[in-house]
C-alpha cells in the first residue's frame, strides 16, 4: 500500500471513530484531505549515471558557473535538471538512484527503477519503452599538444595509450571497436574526472569522451597541471540519447513534458546554465 492511501485510509478510520463530533467538520476536513491526496503522485525512481558534469553533477563538486549555495547541496546538471523540468509539467515528482554506466543498462532486465535517463535512442529492448531525444553527446579524441601527435582518423589510435569512457566500445560502434584493438593500451573508466587526470599527468596519450565534460572540467580547475595546451581531435558524430521507462504512460508523459519544456524556453535555459 502506498503512502496516500495510508493516509486517505487513516483518515476515514478516524472520521469514523469521531462521526458523533463535529459531522459536518469532519466531513468538510475528509474531502479536503481526499482531494489532495488524489491529485498528488507518487515518486518516481530513475537510473542515472555517476556524476560526469555536465551532465550529472555530485552536490560536493564545485561548480564555478552555478553560484547559488542552494543549487550546489543537491545533485544537478543537464540531465537531471532537464529530466525534473519535463516530469514537473505534470507535478510529477522523481528520485535518481546512481550507479554505474554499465550497471544502469543491465538494470533494464530486471527494472530495478521506473527508467534510465540514458539510452541510445535507438536502443531495442523488450519491455523497455525509449522517449523521444532529449539529450546530445559529442564524443571527441583529446590529447595533449607538446606531445604533437596526429591523429585524423580512427586508425590513427594505432600504438597510442587510450582511456575511454565506460562502455565507450558499444557506444562508438564497430570502427572504433577495430581501431583499439591495435592500441598500445586500452582502458575504459567510469570515473571521467580520473580520466582526465590522467592525460594531464601524462599516463595516458590519448582521452575519448565527450567535449562538454572535458570543457566543463578545465573550466572548473585552475590549477597549473590543467592549463597546458590540449588538441581535439574530432572524429566522432554526435550522437543523441533518449530516456528509457518501464512502461508506456512514463514515457508519453516524458514526451508530453519535453514538448512543453522545449516550446516555453526552458529547455533552452537549461543548456544556457551548464554549457560553455
Known sequence: MNLNKALIQEGLSSLNKSAHFFKPFNFLFF???????SQAKDIIELTAGYSKPPFVIESSLNDKRIKSHK???QHNGIQLDLVNAIFAVEKQPVKFIYMSLARSFTSVDKWHSDGIITLPNDYEHQGVYVSDPYIQYQNVVVTLAEE???INKLSDLAGKKIIAFQTAKAFLGSDFSNAIEHAKEYREMPNQMKQINMLFSKRTQALVLDINIFKYYIYNHSEAK???AYKVHHLFVPR??????SSIALRDQFNRGLKVIKANGKYQQILDKYLL
Do not use: D, H, T
Not at 474531502?31 to 491526496?37: A, D, K, R, Y
Not at 543523441?240 to 521507462?245: E, K, L, P
Open 240 to 245: 543523441i540519447y533518449s530516456a528509457g521507462f
Open 226 to 228: 590543467y592549463q597546458k
Open 31 to 37: 474531502v479536503i484531505l481526499l482531494c489532495n491526496f
Open 71 to 73: 543549487s550546489r547541496e
Open 148 to 150: 604533437q601527435l596526429s
